[in-house]
């Protein structure tokens, strides 16, 4: 303990910044590499084609980039061909028709301009006419032989055949087939032109040949609906992923090509590293860092207390991570998640008692989220949402119910009350897994809830004096601790000077009710109370509420020697609670609950014989009030003792009482060093006259 001791008398001598920036700096990098291994996924030293070792499942979703791609170029190649309809197709085929008979026209023309023309004359120049129709790819070329009969038939019979064309190509072309359907519709053009009698048999033949030749599809390629379907197709096709937990190869399977690679996009072999978990874990590290700097930096609150606040809040954060560490070290080997066993409100019940209720909340969060990475069960180098939400519910449930005397009992409510809170959350996470579990599954989670909630509870009352002790810590337990009645110090003051005793509870009962009205302490001013005037056991004769019998020994005394006894019993005071081990703040209540008072009674005294008296002789050595509660117990012990001493006191008379001590203790500059504002003393004086008032209220005379 001495240790201690050492430690933080030197603490005291360094800046709360800087402390800070040290015990936030080293603190980062520790954690850093107590979650990193919890982060990192498993890997495995295995090649292609050998037999797997053992079962090995995906730490994390990922896409087969390779798969994906084969199945989208699957998909691209069964899109269908796209076709779309051409009503140019029969105009154009119906255009060339009409130019051959248009061209056998006009060589008939030229025929009778010019009587002496040669057939084979006619017929080069017909040839001429077509050749431009022939070249543009109209896949229709007659022989001379059909050129000829055509040259040789009578212009009706062109004509009729030119008609007879136009009209059965023209009907066979409006309809949409393709070219798998040209064979049908050439055969039904024939049909239909042998089944005319319009035509003379020798032009039979070419019409057939005319009328097959211009039948073509009609359905052309729609190149640029097609490529649309194609990228439609492409981008339906889902992207083909290794799912969190799926198993990629199962033990004593053959590990193929395909498996080999899945595991590579896995990230589970030997020879790949990542830099992303240390990425994450950095900046996670560094926003729960931020968040905690932030907190104390703005907290308002003496910078000796805040120091001692932030080492408890490390210490407390950094037992519980290694726990969680050990938790993970040994979950793997249980079919049943164990992280449900980790106390979930040991942390910010400790925080809650030992700092205040924010600081809880903001370790609460910090927790949590921590646990989730830590407690997950290794499939997945993510946060373990179930994990993080149970600490967090639970944590905040003990913050909420957990009360703020934080008595032993009350610790075992609030620790029944999160085991209960887990048990929900239990049952909340075995329905939305939506998973069958076993009768010892089941028992086995509920039995780890009720466990967590105790053992938090159990795990904080074992802690608290620790902490308490190390940290020299007054927390709501020692306090109500040391208001115990059996204390050996308080059973000393009732039988040494049990009229100070009684002095005592009547201060404390004002004392307490004054603190509760502004805010302050009133549990520390109550039992401060109860052990301000401990020094009056050195020389309890000496004070007037323990003399019996009308003896006062002061009157044998001169005022000197009177003035020392009275003013020593605060430094002896201050000096037996040293002695005992009791807290700092109840040894500064003692050494200052009469600051630097004037002893007005002995120094007027002592004025009588020597007028050269120097008031400073007779003030006590202080120093002044340094806190609130120190301050109303200052006014609390004088205006008890003033009161007592009255002759029928009434409401006017109290108040009137109150009022001038007050004034007084103002005057006399005793509140300067302390944070107590005139409104909080004007609450004071209120609060304290209406309780002495219910103390000293009219009685009823009984008859004898």
Known sequence: MADFNGLFSQFKKVKFMFLMLLVVCLSSILLFFLMFGNSRNE???????????KTIRSPKTIEDTEKTELERVRAEQ??????????????????IISSIFTAISDVKVEEKKETDMTESKKLKLLREKLDGMEKEGSLLRLSDDQLKQLLASDQKDLDNLHQLLLTIIGEELSQPFKQEQ??????????????????PKELLDVALFIGRSTIMETEVIDEELTEKNKVEARESV????????????????????????????????????????????????LFISGLIW??????????????????????????????????????????????FLFPTALAP?????????????????????????????????????EVALYILFGGMVSIYLLSEHGRRSTILQASLAVSASNVLFII????????????????????AAITSGVLSGALTIGLLPFFESAFHLLSNIRLVELSNPNHPLLKKILVETPGTYHHSIMVANLADAACESIGANGLLARVGSYYHDIGKTVHPGFFIENQHAGQNLHDSLPPEKSRDMIIAHAEDGAKILEKHHMPAELVNIARQHHGTSLLKFFYVKA????????????????????TKEIAVIMIADSVEAAVRSMKEPTPEKIAALVESIVRTKVEDDQFDECDLSMKEIKQVKKVICETLNGIFHNRIEYPE
């Open 43 to 53: 890997t495995y030293e295995i090649s292609a084609y050998e037999i797997s070792p």
């Open 78 to 95: 069964a899109v269908p061909t796209s076709y779309r309809f051409s009503e140019d197709i029969m105009k154009n085929r119906q255009a």
């Open 182 to 199: 040209v064979s049908t519709h050439r055969y039904e053009v024939e049909r239909q032109i042998r089944q005319t009698s319009v035509l």
């Open 238 to 285: 889902e992207p083909i992923r290794i799912l969190q937990g799926q198993v990629i190869v199962r033990e004593g399977q053959l590990i193929d090509r395909d498996i080999y690679q899945q595991l590579k996009l896995a990230g589970v072999l030997t020879n790949q590293s990542s830099f992303k978990p240390v990425l994450g874990i950095g900046l996670f590290i």
């Open 294 to 339: 932030i907190h104390f930096s703005k907290w308002r609150e003496s910078k000796q207390f805040k120091k001692k606040a932030l080492l408890m809040f490390y210490v407390i954060f950094f037992t519980v991570v290694i726990l969680m560490k050990i938790i993970s070290y040994i979950d793997h080997e249980f079919d049943v998640q164990i992280a």
């Open 349 to 385: 019940m400790l925080i809650r008692l030992l700092i205040n209720e924010r600081t809880a909340v903001l370790a609460t969060i910090i927790t949590s989220a921590t646990a989730g990475i830590m407690l997950q069960e290794g499939i997945a180098a993510i946060m373990q949402m």
């Open 428 to 447: 909340f996470y075995l329905l939305m897994t939506q998973t069958s579990y076993t009768l010892a599954e089941l028992t086995f989670y509920v039995v």
């Open 607 to 626: 004025k009588e014989h020597n007028l050269d008296v120097e008031e400073e002789q007779f003030r006590y050595s202080g120093p002044k009030p340094q």
